[in-house]
T-cell receptor, first 116, second 112 residues
Framework: DSGVTQTPKHLITATGQRVTLRCSPRSGDLSVYWYQQSLDQGLQFLIQYYNGEERAKGNILERFSAQQFPDLHSELNLSSLELGDSALYFC?????FGSGPTDTQYFGPGTRLTVL | DQQVKQNSPSLSVQEGRISILNCDYTNSMFDYFLWYKKYPAEGPTFLIS?????DKNEDGRFTVFLNKSAKHLSLHIVPSQPGDSAVYFCAARGNTGNQFYFGTGTSLTVIP
Protein backbone atom coordinates (compact mmCIF):
# COMPACT_ATOMS: atom_id res chain seq x y z
CA ASP A 1 0.00 0.00 0.00
CA SER A 2 1.59 3.22 -1.24
CA GLY A 3 -0.54 5.46 0.98
CA VAL A 4 -2.03 7.20 -2.07
CA THR A 5 -5.76 6.68 -2.45
CA GLN A 6 -7.89 7.18 -5.53
CA THR A 7 -11.64 7.09 -5.95
CA PRO A 8 -13.57 5.71 -7.66
CA LYS A 9 -11.82 2.50 -8.77
CA HIS A 10 -14.01 2.19 -11.85
CA LEU A 11 -16.14 4.67 -13.73
CA ILE A 12 -18.36 4.00 -16.71
CA THR A 13 -19.95 6.91 -18.48
CA ALA A 14 -21.16 8.09 -21.86
CA THR A 15 -19.61 10.36 -24.46
CA GLY A 16 -20.14 14.03 -23.81
CA GLN A 17 -20.37 13.59 -20.06
CA ARG A 18 -18.18 15.04 -17.33
CA VAL A 19 -16.51 13.13 -14.50
CA THR A 20 -14.33 13.92 -11.50
CA LEU A 21 -11.54 11.70 -10.25
CA ARG A 22 -10.25 12.15 -6.74
CA CYS A 23 -6.83 11.57 -5.22
CA SER A 24 -5.52 11.79 -1.67
CA PRO A 25 -1.72 11.93 -1.44
CA ARG A 26 0.45 10.20 1.13
CA SER A 27 0.46 11.90 4.48
CA GLY A 28 2.90 14.81 4.36
CA ASP A 29 3.39 14.80 0.59
CA LEU A 30 2.93 18.20 -1.01
CA SER A 31 2.99 17.29 -4.70
CA VAL A 32 0.30 15.48 -6.63
CA TYR A 33 0.73 14.26 -10.20
CA TRP A 34 -1.85 12.92 -12.65
CA TYR A 35 -1.05 10.39 -15.38
CA GLN A 36 -3.07 8.74 -18.11
CA GLN A 37 -2.36 5.22 -19.32
CA SER A 38 -4.18 4.22 -22.47
CA LEU A 39 -4.10 0.73 -23.93
CA ASP A 40 -0.55 -0.32 -24.85
CA GLN A 41 0.76 3.10 -23.90
CA GLY A 42 3.15 4.19 -21.22
CA LEU A 43 2.06 6.53 -18.50
CA GLN A 44 1.52 9.97 -19.97
CA PHE A 45 2.11 12.83 -17.58
CA LEU A 46 -0.83 15.21 -17.43
CA ILE A 47 -0.23 17.75 -14.67
CA GLN A 48 1.44 18.37 -11.31
CA TYR A 49 0.31 20.43 -8.36
CA TYR A 50 2.54 21.46 -5.50
CA ASN A 51 0.97 22.76 -2.30
CA GLY A 52 -2.11 23.97 -4.13
CA GLU A 53 -0.37 25.56 -7.11
CA GLU A 54 0.06 24.19 -10.61
CA ARG A 55 3.72 23.25 -10.96
CA ALA A 56 4.12 21.48 -14.29
CA LYS A 57 1.92 20.68 -17.25
CA GLY A 58 2.27 17.80 -19.65
CA ASN A 59 0.01 16.52 -22.41
CA ILE A 60 -3.23 17.57 -20.78
CA LEU A 61 -6.16 18.34 -23.05
CA GLU A 62 -8.06 21.59 -22.67
CA ARG A 63 -11.16 19.52 -21.81
CA PHE A 64 -9.32 18.30 -18.72
CA SER A 65 -8.56 20.34 -15.63
CA ALA A 66 -7.28 19.69 -12.16
CA GLN A 67 -6.92 21.37 -8.84
CA GLN A 68 -5.36 20.73 -5.46
CA PHE A 69 -7.25 21.75 -2.38
CA PRO A 70 -5.96 23.18 0.94
CA ASP A 71 -6.06 19.71 2.49
CA LEU A 72 -3.79 18.64 -0.42
CA HIS A 73 -6.22 16.23 -2.03
CA SER A 74 -6.60 16.69 -5.75
CA GLU A 75 -9.34 16.29 -8.31
CA LEU A 76 -9.02 15.71 -12.04
CA ASN A 77 -12.02 16.88 -14.03
CA LEU A 78 -12.64 15.40 -17.47
CA SER A 79 -15.35 16.98 -19.58
CA SER A 80 -16.95 16.46 -23.00
CA LEU A 81 -15.72 12.91 -22.78
CA GLU A 82 -14.79 11.03 -25.94
CA LEU A 83 -14.30 7.31 -26.55
CA GLY A 84 -10.55 7.89 -26.69
CA ASP A 85 -10.52 9.16 -23.12
CA SER A 86 -11.08 5.61 -21.89
CA ALA A 87 -7.95 4.81 -19.91
CA LEU A 88 -6.44 4.21 -16.52
CA TYR A 89 -5.83 7.43 -14.66
CA PHE A 90 -3.17 7.34 -11.99
CA CYS A 91 -2.41 9.81 -9.30
CA UNK A 92 1.01 9.95 -7.66
CA UNK A 93 2.43 12.01 -4.84
CA UNK A 94 5.88 13.07 -3.73
CA UNK A 95 7.21 14.89 -0.74
CA UNK A 96 8.38 18.04 -2.47
CA PHE A 97 8.67 19.48 -5.96
CA GLY A 98 9.72 16.20 -7.50
CA SER A 99 12.98 17.60 -8.79
CA GLY A 100 15.18 16.44 -5.93
CA PRO A 101 17.51 13.46 -6.39
CA THR A 102 15.43 11.21 -4.20
CA ASP A 103 12.00 12.78 -4.55
CA THR A 104 10.27 9.61 -5.65
CA GLN A 105 6.70 9.48 -6.84
CA TYR A 106 4.35 7.04 -5.12
CA PHE A 107 1.37 5.90 -7.13
CA GLY A 108 -2.22 5.20 -6.24
CA PRO A 109 -4.10 2.15 -7.58
CA GLY A 110 -5.68 4.12 -10.41
CA THR A 111 -9.18 4.83 -11.68
CA ARG A 112 -10.32 2.93 -14.74
CA LEU A 113 -12.51 5.16 -16.90
CA THR A 114 -14.65 3.62 -19.61
CA VAL A 115 -16.43 5.95 -21.99
CA LEU A 116 -19.22 4.27 -23.98
CA ASP B 1 6.89 11.56 -29.27
CA GLN B 2 8.06 8.71 -27.06
CA GLN B 3 11.23 9.89 -25.35
CA VAL B 4 11.58 6.70 -23.32
CA LYS B 5 11.22 3.39 -25.10
CA GLN B 6 10.96 -0.17 -23.95
CA ASN B 7 11.12 -2.19 -27.13
CA SER B 8 10.37 -5.57 -25.60
CA PRO B 9 6.71 -5.82 -24.59
CA SER B 10 7.29 -9.13 -22.83
CA LEU B 11 10.01 -11.36 -21.43
CA SER B 12 9.93 -14.89 -20.00
CA VAL B 13 12.68 -16.18 -17.74
CA GLN B 14 13.20 -19.38 -15.78
CA GLU B 15 13.20 -19.07 -11.99
CA GLY B 16 16.72 -18.60 -10.64
CA ARG B 17 18.08 -17.15 -13.88
CA ILE B 18 18.84 -13.53 -14.66
CA SER B 19 16.17 -11.18 -16.02
CA ILE B 20 17.42 -8.25 -18.09
CA LEU B 21 14.98 -5.50 -18.95
CA ASN B 22 16.07 -2.79 -21.33
CA CYS B 23 15.14 0.83 -21.86
CA ASP B 24 16.33 3.45 -24.33
CA TYR B 25 15.88 7.19 -24.18
CA THR B 26 16.40 10.02 -26.62
CA ASN B 27 16.83 13.11 -24.45
CA SER B 28 20.42 13.63 -23.30
CA MET B 29 19.19 16.13 -20.70
CA PHE B 30 17.56 13.44 -18.58
CA ASP B 31 19.33 13.34 -15.23
CA TYR B 32 17.47 10.78 -13.15
CA PHE B 33 16.16 7.37 -14.08
CA LEU B 34 13.83 5.01 -12.28
CA TRP B 35 12.28 1.59 -12.57
CA TYR B 36 8.76 0.90 -11.41
CA LYS B 37 7.06 -2.44 -11.02
CA LYS B 38 3.34 -2.87 -11.56
CA TYR B 39 1.06 -5.73 -10.59
CA PRO B 40 -2.43 -6.02 -12.10
CA ALA B 41 -5.04 -3.77 -10.49
CA GLU B 42 -2.36 -1.84 -8.60
CA GLY B 43 -0.46 1.35 -9.25
CA PRO B 44 3.23 1.31 -10.19
CA THR B 45 5.60 0.77 -7.26
CA PHE B 46 9.01 2.38 -7.12
CA LEU B 47 11.78 -0.20 -7.42
CA ILE B 48 15.17 1.39 -7.95
CA SER B 49 16.69 4.57 -9.35
CA UNK B 50 19.96 5.92 -10.66
CA UNK B 51 21.33 9.39 -11.09
CA UNK B 52 23.04 10.33 -14.35
CA UNK B 53 26.34 10.80 -12.49
CA UNK B 54 26.48 7.06 -11.79
CA ASP B 55 26.63 4.06 -14.09
CA LYS B 56 25.39 1.42 -11.66
CA ASN B 57 23.14 1.16 -8.64
CA GLU B 58 22.44 -2.01 -6.74
CA ASP B 59 19.73 -2.93 -4.28
CA GLY B 60 19.59 -6.56 -3.29
CA ARG B 61 18.65 -8.67 -6.30
CA PHE B 62 18.08 -5.57 -8.44
CA THR B 63 20.79 -3.68 -10.28
CA VAL B 64 20.29 -0.80 -12.68
CA PHE B 65 22.95 0.03 -15.25
CA LEU B 66 23.16 3.33 -17.10
CA ASN B 67 25.09 3.83 -20.32
CA LYS B 68 24.80 7.53 -21.05
CA SER B 69 26.73 7.47 -24.31
CA ALA B 70 24.30 4.88 -25.66
CA LYS B 71 21.32 6.47 -23.89
CA HIS B 72 20.49 3.04 -22.56
CA LEU B 73 19.26 1.81 -19.21
CA SER B 74 18.88 -1.76 -18.04
CA LEU B 75 17.51 -3.53 -15.00
CA HIS B 76 19.01 -6.84 -13.93
CA ILE B 77 17.18 -9.13 -11.55
CA VAL B 78 19.25 -11.96 -10.12
CA PRO B 79 18.05 -14.50 -9.24
CA SER B 80 14.60 -14.11 -10.72
CA GLN B 81 11.68 -15.29 -8.61
CA PRO B 82 8.06 -16.03 -9.58
CA GLY B 83 6.95 -13.05 -7.45
CA ASP B 84 8.91 -10.81 -9.79
CA SER B 85 6.34 -11.48 -12.50
CA ALA B 86 4.88 -8.03 -13.22
CA VAL B 87 5.04 -5.18 -15.70
CA TYR B 88 8.20 -3.08 -15.37
CA PHE B 89 8.26 0.55 -16.44
CA CYS B 90 11.35 2.64 -16.82
CA ALA B 91 11.07 6.39 -16.36
CA ALA B 92 13.32 9.38 -16.84
CA ARG B 93 13.30 12.93 -15.54
CA GLY B 94 14.64 16.00 -17.29
CA ASN B 95 17.03 18.25 -15.39
CA THR B 96 14.96 21.34 -16.16
CA GLY B 97 11.96 20.20 -14.24
CA ASN B 98 10.25 17.38 -12.53
CA GLN B 99 8.27 15.83 -15.35
CA PHE B 100 8.75 12.09 -15.58
CA TYR B 101 8.64 10.32 -18.92
CA PHE B 102 7.61 6.67 -18.83
CA GLY B 103 8.21 3.82 -21.22
CA THR B 104 5.40 1.53 -22.35
CA GLY B 105 6.44 -1.27 -20.01
CA THR B 106 7.81 -4.81 -20.29
CA SER B 107 5.77 -7.68 -18.92
CA LEU B 108 8.09 -10.12 -17.12
CA THR B 109 7.02 -13.68 -16.48
CA VAL B 110 9.23 -15.80 -14.25
CA ILE B 111 8.50 -19.47 -14.82
CA PRO B 112 8.80 -21.70 -11.74
Amino acid sequence: DSGVTQTPKHLITATGQRVTLRCSPRSGDLSVYWYQQSLDQGLQFLIQYYNGEERAKGNILERFSAQQFPDLHSELNLSSLELGDSALYFCASSAFFGSGPTDTQYFGPGTRLTVL
Amino acid sequence: DQQVKQNSPSLSVQEGRISILNCDYTNSMFDYFLWYKKYPAEGPTFLISISSIKDKNEDGRFTVFLNKSAKHLSLHIVPSQPGDSAVYFCAARGNTGNQFYFGTGTSLTVIP
